[in-house]
């Protein structure tokens, strides 16, 4: 009769445990959860803001002098020096120009 009762004891007991693993397995699924969608709705924050930060000026705003093309020393790479004049109103600090030689 008391083994009985310790092997229901011991049956609740691990219920009890197993249970309240689950709940807190739960709980940390929540948390994981919740913490990757405010990561990304930071992501997209910073990405619009970082888009903000960037403006196109148009080809026409920006002069570019004196270009020229020269092959350098390694392999297939070449070296485009040139001046360039800003038209535009806006600060323009990077410059991107596709090349297309035949």
């Not at 992501?43 to 080809?59: D, F, G, P, T």
Request: hydrophobic share 45%; net charge neutral; proline share 2%.
């Amino acid at each position: 009769m008391v083994v009985a009762i310790l092997i229901a004891m011991g049956i609740g007991i691990h219920l009890v445990v197993s249970k309240n693993a689950e709940q807190v397995q739960m709980q940390d699924a929540a948390k994981k959860a919740q913490a990757r969608i405010e990561f990304e709705a930071r992501q997209r924050e910073y990405c619009e803001a970082e888009k903000n930060l960037w403006v196109l000026a148009s080809a026409s705003q920006v002069e570019v002098r004196d270009l020229s093309l020269s092959p350098s020393t390694y392999g297939d790479d070449y070296s485009v020096p040139a001046a360039a004049k800003n038209n535009s109103t806006f600060k323009i600090s990077t410059l991107q120009l596709s090349i297309i030689a035949a």
